[in-house]
């Protein structure tokens, strides 16, 4: 075999490297959306625990039917974003992982608690909460601001970059291939 073949499937290898990698930590849209979905069931409970009735609403009663009505809905999303930490975690990390983002999904609440308004904000989920789904609140904008804990990066992202990484390596290899060889390879740690 020529060293051009050799080169261009070294430098082939390394990219399908990289893009395994990227897409097996990304967030894939209804990954992103069970944890949203995550997170309102969890500014509900706080809102519940913290403000329990409010303006007329009662809050913990809504909260405990919303959890009631929605189960199945909110049992699959937990489903789905389980499935995102097993499929980026070792089979022994992914739970330790998962508790310690639902904790600091909870920790986020909490702060966002003592915000003025938190009340107001809780009672106004909660009473969407009777009549809507959770994807309608998150879709009509009712859930407020989201918690700032970040899953990961999106895939959309990173199949930007691997798009972006996978043309300019093959400019590369059609100008080079030794050049490409020798830069793709110091790009792999």
Avoid at 122 to 139: G, M
């Amino acid at each position: 075999m020529s060293s051009k073949i050799l080169v261009a499937l070294a430098s082939a290898a390394l990219v399908t490297a990289s893009v395994s990698s990227a897409f097996a930590a990304c967030v894939t849209p209804q990954e992103q959306r069970a944890d949203q979905i995550r997170a309102l069931q969890t500014q509900l409970m706080v809102g519940a625990l913290k403000c329990g009735k409010y303006d007329g609403v009662d809050i913990r009663a809504n909260y405990n039917s919303f959890v009631s009505r929605y189960s199945p809905q909110l049992v699959a999303h937990f489903e789905v974003l389980r499935g995102y930490f097993e499929r980026t975690s070792s089979p022994s990390a992914y739970r330790a992982r998962m508790d310690s983002h639902v904790t600091q999904l909870a920790n986020a609440a909490s702060l966002q608690s003592n915000a003025p308004g938190f009340c107001a904000q809780a009672a106004a989920i909660a009473k969407a909460a009777v009549t809507q789904t959770p994807d309608q609140i998150l879709d009509s904008g009712k859930a407020g601001p989201a918690l700032a804990v970040k899953l990961g990066e999106s895939c959309k992202k990173n199949s930007d970059w691997v798009d972006d990484f996978s043309r300019a390596a093959s400019a590369d290899a059609a100008a080079s291939p030794e050049k490409t060889a020798l830069s793709g390879a110091v790009g792999v740690k």
